[in-house]
């Protein structure tokens, strides 16, 4: 059983999670413009070329962490969300 109480609070949830999805979106595009490389190419030259993880490279790589993180936990909460109408 549910109410829409919980529909309500997942529904606040699953916006949080969308604006930090989009900031962080934005944050790494900003990131790549800057680098002149896509994310991905970066971190497979952080990879393959070990490159020393000064605080603007390890920051660039925690954005990236974080974004897996928040995308991971709004599919969570959407999958929450539709469970919740078949009851």
Known sequence: MHTDEYEMS????????????????????????????????????LEEEGLSEQPPIQSWKQEYQYLQYWQKTLAEYEEALESLKWL
């Open 10 to 45: 997942i529904g606040r949830e699953i916006a949080f999670c969308r604006k930090m999805v989009k900031q962080l979106k934005d944050s790494l595009e900003r990131r790549e413009k800057q680098g002149g490389m896509t994310t991905e190419a970066f971190l497979r030259a």
